[in-house]
């Protein structure tokens, strides 16, 4: 079965750079999420789109953006890159039939770190 | 505040040696709790959904249950490769996912 695809899986950027990831989720998905993970913590939701609007936040930086576009991808954007913005970004998409308490399905991760 | 916690926070079992996962949560209107398994460097993979308290799932060696205060992941006899850390997740009245902090198991041959 198809999966959630992110890419690129691994992305090395210097500091004050500007990075994006993107996201392709699974076929016939409508709802995408985007979470970060820190080394032995547990994912933190960033933010969330539902047909292509903007459905929740959670702690998103100010210097971050995403937007899901018309075939549903996902795009983040990250601007003025941290050192504490390496981390594992993870996106998760699901299907809208139970509303808010859909599974959510994992990608495999893009791996960020800032040097 | 919704919280979510598990425990124990890291499990060594012999293999063959069943144990159980706890996942406490205190949430303001449970919509939904999920179970995931995640390896080092990897993106969380799917277990199980549980809606109402006295649901139960099962898949090959793993058991999911639901009271109104907890879930219980059961692993009959592991192997190796059921090593990895165990996520559990709520969805309560702010629709979003509340992550727990993981249990990791280590299952010894």
């Known amino acids: 079965a198809a999966g959630v695809i992110q890419s690129p899986r691994h992305l090395i950027k210097e500091k004050r750079e500007t990075a994006t990831l993107k996201c392709y989720p699974i076929?016939?998905?409508?709802?995408v999420y985007w979470y970060q993970q820190g080394p032995g913590q547990d994912p933190q939701f960033l933010i969330s789109f539902y047909e292509k609007m903007q459905s929740d936040k959670g702690s998103i930086p100010d210097r971050f953006s995403a937007q899901q576009f018309s075939d549903y991808h996902s795009e983040l954007n990250m601007s003025s890159l941290e050192l504490g913005d390496s981390a594992l970004y993870f996106c998760a998409s699901s299907h809208s039939d139970r509303g808010p308490t859909d599974t959510q399905y994992f990608g495999p991760g893009t791996r960020l770190t800032v040097l | 505040e919704d919280q979510v916690t598990q425990s124990p926070e890291a499990l060594r079992l012999q293999e063959g040696e069943s144990s159980s996962l706890n996942c406490s949560y205190t949430v303001s209107g449970l919509r939904g709790l999920f179970w995931y398994r995640q390896d080092p460097g990897k993106g969380p993979e799917f277990l199980f959904t549980l809606y109402s308290a006295g649901e139960e799932k099962e898949k090959e060696r793993l058991k999911a249950t639901l009271t109104k205060k907890e879930s219980f992941l059961h692993i009959t006899a592991p192997k190796p490769e059921d090593s990895a850390t165990y996520l559990c997740?709520?969805?309560?009245?702010?629709?979003?996912?509340?992550f727990g902090t993981g249990t990791r198991l280590k299952v010894l041959a």
């Open positions: 997740a709520v969805v309560s009245g702010t629709y979003k996912y509340i």
């Open positions: 076929p016939r998905h409508d709802t």
